[in-house]
């Protein structure tokens, strides 16, 4: 299977989720958030197409990171890809943080694929950018409305559960 990136994949980062990680950065996007910080990852048919057996290969060679984070763009536009992605992340004991445009109510509603991007993400990043809530004060992400959650306690209890407030 084929996967659109924007990037190679980038290590080491401490400000894309908790410790250290190897972000995944997706080519894609239909949100259109105003004063997006990514705009060059809005094209569809932008960034390059990448095997996803070789990113496989890729995070089989890390060493000292937490986890992946699938970001862009947004994965969930590309969701199948992004769930064998996660799938074999978590086999070779990374976690998965996901950040998307879509809230959580609107992958819960959406379709399989998106269900099962959901289902193998660990925390999900949620909501478009939007300016005029922009806080620095937000751990993990830039606007008040975005939600940092913990996805497995959030399926298991049926609404949403924050990891920060
Ligand atoms: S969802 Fe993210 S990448 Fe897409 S437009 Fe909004 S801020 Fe930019």
């Known amino acids: 299977?084929?996967?659109?990136?924007?990037?190679?994949?980038?290590?080491?980062?401490?400000?894309?989720?908790?410790?250290?990680?190897?972000?995944?950065?997706?080519?894609g996007c239909k949100h259109h958030c105003k004063e997006c910080q990514n705009p060059e990852t809005w094209n569809f048919d932008g960034g390059m197409e990448v095997d996803i057996e070789d990113i496989k290969?890729?995070?089989?060679?890390?060493?000292?990171?937490?986890g992946i984070t699938l970001s862009g763009g947004d994965p969930f536009f590309q969701a199948s890809a992004a769930a064998e992605i996660a799938k074999f992340a978590h086999s070779i004991g990374l976690n998965v943080w996901t950040y998307t445009g879509f809230t959580y109510d609107e992958i819960i509603n959406a379709n399989d694929e998106k269900m099962e991007l959901l289902k193998n993400t660990d925390v999900l990043v949620d909501g478009r950018f939007e300016i005029d809530k922009k806080s620095l004060a937000c751990k993990f992400r830039g606007s008040t409305n975005q939600r940092v959650i913990d996805v497995k306690k959030s399926l298991?209890?049926?609404?949403?559960v924050t990891i920060y407030d």
């Open 1 to 27: 299977m084929k996967v659109r990136l924007a990037s190679n994949l980038q290590s080491d980062s401490i400000v894309d989720g908790d410790g250290i990680r190897t972000v995944i950065w997706f080519q």
């Open 57 to 66: 290969e890729q995070l089989k060679k890390l060493k000292y990171q937490t």
């Open 156 to 160: 298991e209890e049926g609404g949403v």
